[in-house]
């Protein structure tokens, strides 16, 4: 046996991995392959999508160019005032509770504790929020404001954990040996390093909220939810037609202005 | 057989490259192409595999034409024909075997492509490859994790494995310690022996080149300024590749 | 010199050192008329909220202590939803795989494919999730079906676009190196581009899924199956012991998830 065969008997077997693998993707994607159920799919579906189509693509234009407060400009206008009063309020609720989540800066078992409580908020679906909230304002937009906090506090804590705990901590020996007090080291040494990044992670939420905000209309907490849900439920295509293209167009220019703003605000 | 006629290139943006090229390379050859920044060496050799097009004239590798060639046929010429790169340009992420059973894919049917699955045969191939440039012992080893000059031979190796009757190397000793660049060279020297492979090498080290290559090609602002043997190359000569602009610029005041 | 432009400083040794004018105020005078309009607009009120926040409290009160009764109904639907949120996730990461290698700009050579796949792409993305899902209860049926459709639509936008940016942004050099020996795109891409995006690929997949699990949640409320139709029932009868229990089952499988799903990305990175 020369040298090259020895070589290839050298070689990493992965069968054994990969096999396994494999079994499991299969075992899992069966598995949820029973959740598939086409015995409601009824010929009428097609139609219906048929019928969808064509209202989305002749879209009402009497409801996309009104503009009193049933128009889709005017719904418009307050979805956005929501998600960014949601953003901002949920960014300010998110920035104590992040701190006091980096375990480079509380001591472990309270940043555990945080984690925890961070996840439950998480998990409470935006619906039950605004069921809670309208307790409490009534609906309207109002609620809508303090569901999309809620909602964004556990993205925005979660990431603004990371970007804590990637924090340069060599500025502050540097900062402290030039004698400078607790107060100067958190103005001109972590401000300037958190400020930015916090910012743009708080702008791509502002994104996410603005396409979540169909969910508040749901519970009639504000927004272009409720008449979008209004209208779908009541068959009205042409008008879903004028709302999602509405939706859909605003949310492209936001992001696209999002995206733009966040490249400049993190190169600098 | 390489061989250039009044071959022009120009450039999508209208900067002419090349000028009237005329250059026959006979199989087996070890040339070394010299030249300022900027001359066209990089241009001149990746006409030959088509990487570029040429703009006007003739370029025949083993008597095809090259700038007629299509689709398919573009892929089967540049099958015969090895290219190395300054930055070794492999797959970082897996191993150096893998990088060199790469070389085997074009030829396989489809669902072995899309599996990624080898034979024995080219696996043996592959890794006399590998011993053929002594790092055998690397073969399982990523190439994120070699050196400079590993990666280097591991790229030979892939274009080894591809058993090319053209090699063609754009600057593959630039990013290499003076030592390992000599081994490199010397890999060549050898390949070039040993299996009468034509090798083309564009370098910016003149010694190098008039240490190992036969045959020297300066190249000055898209045109040859010399053809002939490393053994001729004087300084005169080396002037006249690299400082003729300035010479040009003084006589012409 | 233009002093609208730039102010400048004059050093004592004569040099001169533009200075930008910083946009700060500009941004956030911006923002406060932003923010102003938008408390006009949404009727936001803090005295209401201060007074009123205890009733906030009370659904809370209520949940707990959790109806444990109501546990072992829950069952087949939270593994319903979980199914649907994998089988969506699956599909929907395969299938966005060949739609991000054409909407590629540097892999595609045909400017007009590229351009039609994002735009695709971005429509997919924009539209809400939720109503997907209503639209599929009116053609599949209320049920599981309905949820998979929807979440696999936002799988693929999603997982899509973050590969098809990983694509754009991949070190072309192996991929040149194999096109100079012969490889069509097709094989070039399969042998040098694959192997770079794969982890972060599989990653993105991992994490779309982790959250269509929280997600699908709230499809059930539109009809679309799983244990949001279950929430949705409690919360129409107003019984929130089953609410809290609903919600506290959910917590602990996305905890669950969050966590194996965390550990899987580790490794592959
Ligand atoms: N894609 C391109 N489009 C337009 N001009 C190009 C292109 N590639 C190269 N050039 C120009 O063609 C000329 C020759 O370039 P080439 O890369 O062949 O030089 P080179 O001799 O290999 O230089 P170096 O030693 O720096 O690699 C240069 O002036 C360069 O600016
Ligand atoms: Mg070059």
Redo the contacts between chains.
Sequence with gaps: MNTVEKQLLNEPKRIVQNVITAVIVIVFLMWSLTAVDLSNFTSNGVDIAKNILHGIVTPNTDLLFTFNTNGVPYLLLETMAIAFLGTIVGAILAIPLAFLSASNIVPKPIAFIIRLLLIFVRTIPAIVYGLMFIRVTGPGPFAGVLTMALTSIGMLSKLFVDIIEDLEVNILESLESIGCTTFEKIRYGIIPQLSAMFLSVAIYRFDMNLRDAAILGLVGAGGIGAPLIFAMNGYKWSEVGSILIGLMVLILLIEFFSNKIRNKIVRG | MIKFQNVQKKYDNGYVALKDINLTIDQGEYVAVIGLSGAGKSTLLRCV?R?HDISTGSLLVNDVEVSKLKGSEI?????G???I?Q????????SS?KNVL??F??DMPMWR??L?LYT?QQ??EA??AL?RMNI??K??IRVDQLSGGQQQRV?LA??LA?KPSIILADEPVASLDPITAKQVMTDFQRINKEMNMTVIINIHHVDLALEYATRIVGIRSGEIVYDGPASEVTDEILDHIYNGKLEEELTGN | MNMLKAKSITLPNGKIVPFKRSKAPWIILALLICFYYSVQITGFDLQILTKRIGQFWVIIGDMIPPNWNYLNKLWQPLFDTIKMSLLGSLLGSVFALPLAYFASSNIGKNQFVVTATKFILSLLRTLPTLVAALIATFIFGIGTMAGTVAIFLFTIAYVGKLLYEQIENADLKAFEAMQSMGHSTFSAFRYAIMPQIMPNYLSNSIFCFEGNVRYAAILGYVGAGGIGLLLNESLGWRNYANVGMILLLLAVAVFIIENASEYLRKKLL
């Excluded at chain 2, 892929?75 to 099958?79: C, K, M, T």
């Excluded at chain 2, 930055?87 to 897996?94: D, Y």
């Design positions: 595999n990487m892929r089967n010429l540049r099958r024909i090895g290219m790169f930055s070794f340009n492999l797959v970082n992420r897996i075997l790469v070389s894919v074009p492509k899309v990624g024995k696996k043996i890794l006399e011993d055998l012992d073969a399982f790229a892939r274009t591809q």
